[in-house]
């Protein structure tokens, strides 16, 4: 059976189906500056953005609720009717 090439660049199926294991290419390429492993993820565009539509979208869930209470308590004067 002939491996995909396209995984992490293997051709053999070397007895673990062609993936290599994470231990198989630890060393970063010569010359190259080894990743950075601290990264904030507010850095990387795609978790920001999730993470800002995230925020978002809890904020407008819960302002209805907010709301409602309000007028409730403007409506009445009385907390007791906000449970």
């Known amino acids: 059976m002939v491996a995909s090439s396209s995984i992490r660049g293997t051709t053999d199926n070397g007895g673990h ?4 294991r994470a ?3 630890d ?5 190259s500056p080894p990743p950075d492993l601290a990264t904030p993820l507010l850095r990387v565009r ?4 999730l993470f800002i539509t995230r925020v978002a979208s809890t904020t407008a869930t819960q302002m ?6 309000c007028q ?3 409506l009445t004067d009385s907390s007791l009717h906000l449970q």
């Open 17 to 20: 189906c062609g993936v290599q």
């Open 23 to 25: 231990d198989d290419n």
């Open 46 to 49: 795609p978790f920001r953005l």
């Open 27 to 31: 060393a970063a390429p010569a010359g």
């Open 72 to 74: 409730v308590y403007e």
């Open 64 to 69: 209805p609720t907010v709301i409602v209470g």
